[in-house]
């Protein structure tokens, strides 16, 4: 949920500056940003991860833009502008939010180590080479990491 309020609050200020004719909604939303994020860092400690989100089995591709689509329009409620149904549409809105969401969703991710954005992998699987046989002309061995649980879903 801190995630959530986080990215909303980012979303809405770098939609602010070209969709809001209300004053002073940027400088709102970034303090409500940081503010989301410095309960993160009081709440969400090693030790104390937070709510566990349930791993889904299946993640579609539609419910991942309806769950952005849905954090786009919560910003934009914030700021005042009419909100959208899709990435694709040819309002404003959209356009914009098109434009800025992926990079502003990396950069909250970024920003905090988020639990449910980390995953663990083990153990470590030998996948090639040996003691005496090198993997490649690079490495003695090769391994890999199978992550054990999902590290993205719906928000």
């Known amino acids: ?24 909604k940027v400088q709102t939303s970034v303090q409500a940003y940081e503010l989301a994020v410095e ?3 009081l709440i969400l400690t090693p030790g104390k991860p937070g709510s ?6 299946v993640d579609t591709i ?4 309806a769950a952005n689509v849905a954090v ?15 990435f ?6 959209a356009v914009a ?4 969401f992926e990079e502003e969703l990396r950069s909250c991710l970024r920003d905090f180590p988020w639990a449910f954005a980390t995953a663990y992998a083990s153990p470590l699987v030998l996948v090639a080479g ?26």
């Open 1 to 24: 949920m801190l995630f959530r309020e986080a990215l909303i609050c980012r979303v809405a200020a770098a939609l602010a500056p070209p969709l809001s004719r209300i004053e002073g």
């Open 39 to 41: 309960k993160a860092r």
């Open 52 to 57: 566990v989100v349930p791993v889904v089995a």
């Open 62 to 65: 539609a419910a991942h833009i």
């Open 72 to 86: 786009v329009n919560r910003g934009l409620v914030r700021i005042g502008a009419r909100q959208i149904s899709s």
């Open 88 to 93: 694709t549409e040819q309002a404003r809105e």
């Open 97 to 100: 939010a098109n434009s800025i």
């Open 130 to 155: 040996t003691v005496t046989v090198a993997a490649n002309d690079d490495w003695q061995h090769a391994t890999a990491c199978r992550p054990t649980t999902s590290s993205r879903g719906a928000w």
